[in-house]
């Protein structure tokens, strides 16, 4: 019987060391960090530098490609397929016997392995997070939205367009399933008759042409690029654009995750300014790589891991929160689950809550979606140029991206932090957030009011904003400058009603308790004081 005993678990042992699994394969180092660093126009493109400067971005060891000679040596390896690559997390995703998978250990420069299959990791494995958060002249523009007035007019999207601002200038980055009709029909001829369709790339089949055997990037990319005159218009028609296919629609498994992080990559170092992904993750076909409610922290899986690097990188990342919220798993899925996505959840035409839109909160608290947009019946173009109704939170997410890249494009020296805030901020619920709508729906003449609003704002390289505001006052401080200042606020009676000392860190005063109304703002640092009005609302 002992002897049998042995022979099962050898047996198992066997059976599970030789099944196929799919793993990230991290690196210790990389080649010629601080040489490409000092030359970085060999790792990143004008336009990325050009957008980083602006934002004081550092260029880093993140920046620096995966070394080649590294991948090759995992390529060689027996039984082992290599599927993407990372620059931001120096690792490769690779699919192949459990055996083979950790023979990968051996290698020196391999430092860790990360399984799909969550259970097949040891406890303590360590998983390295990364959790850091001149105007333009314009001519006023007018145009017929046709069929889709509605879920433009939500938003106030027309009137980012009327004040000039149609994403002229802006680089937006639509990562999804594929594009048919895209270099063909009449409905996308005015992006690309005018050059602005800057690149395609389809990770999945690593080839510059895309490998059209979804339309679901077409209806997507519509909502934001899209024009048909006096029937359609898209929420950022001037806008230029990059389509990179990521999602394999034959499969689902995690290796999605690691193509669509690897497109962020490339997105960044080509300059882009906004994201859309309507894609999330959660349920694969192996359900031991599915993610878990306890996974959606913001900072487990894959995807929201770099979806946080690509935040601090600058851009600024627009999502679809998930289609589940009537299913037994109604939340939202990753990578919306990051502070660094503004996730956007579905409303139907009259603006009420749609019943499929995931919901909120995280499962460490916060608030997700971050606010709605039309994605019930929400109109689109689709591969045969026709326009027809589609919905889901794939749409309502393209539609907000499009308005949040007219809305940067007002002042684009402002960063993805500021103009996230101000896009919740003007959200009809902002004071009173639900897991069903977040923040609400956002209303972009209120944000791109204020935004206008924080030019008169800056004081001896302090700039404050959004001026008025409704909860937090945020504080910009100078480079190299002072990293604390004291505040005093007093109300239109002269009396004080708050004094603190605002740190560097921690940029902001919390005013949700004050009453609205007229205050005075006095800023004081070491050798100066300097007085503002500010409105409360």
């Known amino acids: 019987m002992k002897n049998y005993t042995f022979f099962l678990i050898f047996l198992v042992s066997q059976l599970v060391t030789a ?175 005018d050059g602005r369709i800057l690149g395609t790339y389809d990770f999945v089949e690593r080839s510059e042409i895309l490998n059209n055997n979804s339309s679901h990037g077409t209806r997507t990319f519509s909502d934001i690029g899209g024009y048909i005159e006096n029937e359609f218009v898209g929420t950022a028609p001037d806008a ?100 660094g996505m503004l996730t956007i959840g579905a409303v139907d035409a009259d603006g009420n809550y749609a019943s499929f839109s995931s919901i909120g909160p995280t499962i460490d608290g916060r608030v997700k979606p971050d606010v709605m947009a039309q994605g019930a019946s929400a109109y689109v173009i689709n591969q045969n140029n026709e326009i027809v109704t589609n919905s889901g939170t794939s749409f309502s997410s393209p539609i907000t991206a499009g308005a949040v890249a007219c809305l940067w494009q007002a002042r684009l020296q402002y960063t993805n932090a500021q103009i996230m805030q101000l896009v919740k901020e003007s959200a009809h619920l902002f004071n009173n957030p639900t897991n069903l709508m977040g923040y609400g729906i956002p209303n972009f003449q209120t944000a791109l009011d204020n935004l206008l609003d924080v030019e008169n704002q800056t004081l001896s390289g302090f700039t404050i904003y959004p001026n008025p505001v409704m909860e937090k006052l945020y504080f910009v401080f100078p480079e190299n400058g002072n990293n604390q200042i004291n505040v005093t606020l007093y109300n239109v009676l002269g009396s004080l009603v708050l004094e603190e000392t605002v740190q560097a860190s921690k940029n902001f005063l919390d005013l949700s308790r004050l009453r609205n109304g007229v205050y005075i703002l006095n800023i004081s640092t070491e050798n100066k004081t300097q007085t503002l009005k500010i409105v409360k609302k």
């Open 19 to 193: 099944q196929i699994e799919d793993a990230w394969i991290f690196f210790a180092d990389k080649e010629n960090v601080q040489q490409s660093i000092n030359n970085p126009i060999t790792i990143l493109t004008q336009a990325a530098l050009d957008r980083k400067a602006l934002h004081n971005i550092p260029i880093d060891a993140r920046d620096v490609p995966v070394n080649e000679n590294y991948i090759t040596q995992i390529k060689n390896q027996p039984g082992i397929t290599v599927y993407s690559k990372s620059k931001w997390k120096n690792c490769v995703y690779v699919r192949g016997t459990v055996n083979n998978i950790n023979t990968l250990l051996d290698l020196p420069f391999v430092t860790d392995v990360e399984f799909a299959d969550k259970s097949m990791n040891f406890s303590g494995i360590h998983i390295p997070v990364e959790d850091k958060f001149a105007p333009l002249t314009n001519s006023r523009t007018q145009f017929n939205y046709g069929f889709a007035a509605n879920q433009i007019e939500m938003l106030a999207g027309d009137y980012l367009h009327q004040e000039g601002y149609t994403g002229s200038g802006m680089l937006i980055a639509v990562l999804d399933s594929g594009f048919p009709g895209v270099d063909t029909e009449a409905g996308f001829a005015y992006v690309r008759d």
């Open 240 to 339: 230029s654009f990059y389509l990179f296919k990521t999602e394999d629609v034959t499969s689902e498994t995690p290796v999605e995750e690691a193509y669509w992080v690897e497109a962020l990559e490339r997105a960044d170092s080509l300059g882009v300014h906004v994201v859309n992904t309507s894609l999330g993750y959660r349920a694969y076909d192996n359900p031991a790589y599915s993610h878990t409610y306890e996974d959606l922290d913001g900072q487990t899986t894959f995807s929201a891991r770099g979806a946080n690097i690509a935040f601090e990188k600058g851009m600024l990342l627009v999502t679809s929160a998930g289609n589940s919220g009537s299913g037994s798993f109604p939340w939202i899925g990753t990578p919306g689950d990051s502070a």
